[in-house]
Structure formats: structure tokens, C-alpha cells
């Protein structure tokens, strides 16, 4: 086909659907709707699974994490749950003398504390006691002054590392480092700030905490022997589920909890906590591309009401180019790029649209930049496809009218 008939084919379409303005528009819009929503969902899903890859890093290298458990209680007087208090730090200390897959371990107490700087008053503020390894294992460091030593452990020095939120609140703009807090009536040395780490898989915010040594917090703030967490690091990835499971066998051990009883006491591997994410993530995204495929449904359905309107339209114009020699692939041509018109535009249209909302709504939600290639092709490619599949029947059905007796008539 030559370029003049090309052309001249374009001029009719374009005329045609202006003639039809209202529904074409209509017939654009659902496949914008569909081109849209299939970008936006790839690009999200894109950026959480990245955001997802960050957090597992930020969490530490091959991180196992135990916790204390929940153990129940029954009897008058007596509520039926409570926090176990029989993790310490001699069960650290044994984890690491009995599992050979053990690289290092930083046993840890929390608690929510007021804290108090001058006239500023926070409440509920979650102060970490914690061992000088901690930064390494959990791979949070301090960004100014320093983290807390082993002589600090050892000598149960009053000496605090905030993080970002705590000194955005309670100082400002003043250079916290050598500065006393009171922690509850405690007055703390702040020797450092911890670098932002934001949000944990949980959503708590990082960075709205303090630390101080583990056995200041152990004698001084809450005068116990128990820990509330004992972060695990494992020498290598594959060696995390036989590590789990030695650590339990040791742990009911050395809590004497015998066959049938409940562990008081939790090992979380990091992992399996991102994947439970992973696959929320996936089912939202299962649901976001149905959207879009129903988006893509209604567009092409609109596409092929507009086109089999268009041809009932325009049966004296199908008749006497006909009767002036346009062969039947010339018009089954010419409804095939009308209705490709359709989809390319609001094909095109979403493309965009989604590209750019993407680029704000990870701007906003604070994600990790990711454009998804491969969404955007899909995207692109199924609006033409709903186009071409749509206008197929339409214009087979305009063939099908006989010159003569549409001139007749």
C-alpha cells in the first residue's frame, strides 16, 4: 500500500472520530484506565521489593533474632498472659559457646521511658540497652561522637546514643554530644548520634529511640537480669534454618520446658518476616493488575460499541467506496486504524500519566525510584492489542455489505 492511500486513510479516521467525539473519548478512557493503573501497579510493586531488599540489609547480614516470649498464666488473680522474663544474657553467652554457626550475638533490653532535656518532656520514648557489637550485628552505627565502648558495659557508664528523632525533639538545633538527659530520674551523657535509619518492618520509627550499655539499663533503669531480645548474626545464609533449630533445642533446654509445653521464647528469621511481606506485596499487585485487565476489558468493549456505531454510520460511505473500487482489505483496513487511533491515544496518554504519578507517589510514600521497564511495555503493548482486537469484528462486519444493495437503499 502506497503512502497517498495511507494517508488518505488517517485523514478519514481522523474525521471519522471527531464526527463521534464524545464516545471516542469515553472509548479512550477506559483504555487510559487500563494502561494507567497496569504502570502505576508495576512501578509500586517495582519500588517495594527493592524497599524490601533495603530493609534486609538494614536489619543486619544473616540475622536471626530471639525473642522473649509469651507465657500464660491461670489462676485467680492472675492475668492470662505476660511477657517472660527468662531470657538473659547466660543463655547469649551459651548460644555462642554451643552453635558452632554462630558468627557474633548482642544481647538487648527495651523499654519506654520519659525522657527529659531542659523544659522539653518526651513520653514513651524506647531506650535499647544494648552491648558495643550491637552496631555491628544490626548495622546501625553512630554518624557523630561514638557508639558505646566495652568500658562503658563494663563499668555501667551513664552514657546515651540518641537517634535522629529524639534529638530533632528534644534539641533542636543544638549540638547535642556532651550534653546531660534525664532518662526517667537518670540523668545519661549523650556521647553520639546514630545515623537515620527510618522505618522497620514493623513501621516503628528507628530512629525515635536511645541507647545506652546493656548493663547500666540492667542495673540502673530497671533493675533486672533479663534481656528482651538476643540479635543472632550467622556465620553464612544457608546455615540460618539449622541455626534456628539448634537455638530452640538449646533454648527449651535451658529453660526446662519440656515436651508439649509452650516455648517462652521466639526465633525470627528476617527472612521469613520479608517474605509474609512479599507476599502481601504480591497480592496486592495480583489485584491491581486484575484492575487493570478489567480496565483493559472496558476499554475494548468501548472501543468496539464506538466501531460498530461507525460503521452503521457510515454504510453509504462503505457502499460507494466499494462501487468506486476500494478492495474489501482496504476497508477492513480502515476500521483496524481507527480503532488502533483509540488505543494508541489512550495508551500513550496513560504511559504517561502513570510515569509521572509514579515519579510523585514514590516521592511522597519516600520509595526507592523505580520505573518499570518491562510494565511499561506490557502497558503499551496491551492497548494496542485491545485496539487491533477490538476493531477486528467491526470491520470484518463493514466487508460484509454489498455495494448495491447499500446504494439501493
Known amino acids: 500500500m502506497d503512502l497517498r492511500r495511507i494517508l488518505l486513510n488517517l485523514k478519514i479516521a481522523r474525521r471519522s472520530l471527531v464526527q463521534f467525539k464524545w464516545r471516542t473519548a469515553l472509548a479512550v478512557l477506559g483504555v487510559f484506565f487500563g494502561t494507567f493503573s497496569l504502570i502505576i501497579v508495576s512501578n509500586l510493586s517495582g519500588s517495594l521489593a527493592v524497599k524490601t531488599e533495603q530493609e534486609i540489609d538494614s536489619l543486619g547480614k544473616n540475622l536471626l533474632i530471639v525473642r522473649s516470649g509469651i507465657v500464660r498464666r491461670v489462676g485467680a488473680g492472675t492475668p492470662l498472659m505476660s511477657q517472660a522474663t527468662t531470657l538473659t544474657p547466660d543463655d547469649a553467652r551459651a548460644i555462642r559457646e554451643s552453635i558452632p554457626a554462630v558468627a557474633d550475638l548482642s544481647a538487648a533490653g527495651y523499654k519506654t521511658f520519659p525522657v527529659r ?12 540497652g544494648v552491648e558495643p557489637n550491637f552496631q555491628d550485628i544490626r548495622n546501625f552505627r553512630a554518624r557523630e561522637g561514638s557508639f558505646i565502648s566495652e568500658q562503658d558495659n563494663l563499668d555501667r557508664n551513664r552514657v546515651a546514643v540518641l537517634g535522629r528523632t529524639v534529638v530533632e525533639k528534644l534539641f533542636s538545633d543544638e549540638d547535642p554530644i556532651g550534653k546531660h538527659i534525664l532518662i526517667w530520674r537518670v540523668p545519661f551523657q549523650v556521647i553520639g548520634i546514630m545515623e537515620e535509619k527510618g522505618s522497620d518492618v514493623s513501621g516503628a520509627d528507628q530512629d525515635n529511640q536511645i541507647f545506652v550499655p546493656l548493663q547500666t539499663y540492667l542495673k540502673v533503669l530497671v533493675n533486672k537480669t533479663n534481656v528482651s531480645n538476643i540479635f543472632v548474626q550467622v556465620t553464612r545464609d544457608d546455615l540460618i534454618s539449622s541455626a534456628k533449630t539448634d537455638m530452640e533445642a538449646l533454648l527449651r533446654k535451658r529453660h526446662k520446658i519440656g515436651p508439649g509445653q509452650n516455648d517462652d521464647f521466639a526465633v525470627i528469621d528476617m ?16 489485584l491491581g493488575r486484575i484492575a487493570a485487565a478489567v480496565s483493559f476489558i472496558i476499554g475494548g468493549l468501548g472501543i468496539l460499541s464506538i466501531m460498530i456505531l461507525i460503521v452503521n454510520e457510515r454504510k453509504l460511505e462503505i457502499g460507494i467506496r466499494r462501487a468506486v ?15 488502533s487511533i483509540i488505543s494508541l491515544a489512550g495508551g500513550t496518554i496513560g504511559v504517561f500519566s502513570g510515569a509521572l504519578i509514579s515519579v510523585i507517589l514514590l516521592g511522597i510514600l519516600k520509595y526507592p525510584f523505580t520505573i518499570s521497564l518491562t510494565g511499561l511495555s506490557i502497558a503499551f503493548g496491551a492497548s494496542v492489542l485491545v485496539g487491533v482486537l477490538a476493531g477486528i469484528y467491526p470491520s470484518k462486519k463493514a466487508t460484509q455489505f454489498e455495494p448495491v444493495d447499500i446504494l439501493r437503499t
Open 271 to 286: 527472612k521469613d518476616v520479608m517474605a509474609l511481606k512479599a507476599q502481601a506485596m504480591d497480592l496486592i499487585t495480583v
Open 325 to 339: 473500487g476500494s478492495r474489501k482489505r482496504d476497508i477492513v483496513l480502515q476500521f483496524l486504524i481507527e480503532s
Open 117 to 128: 532535656y531542659g523544659n522539653v518532656s518526651l513520653k514513651g520514648i524506647l531506650i535499647g
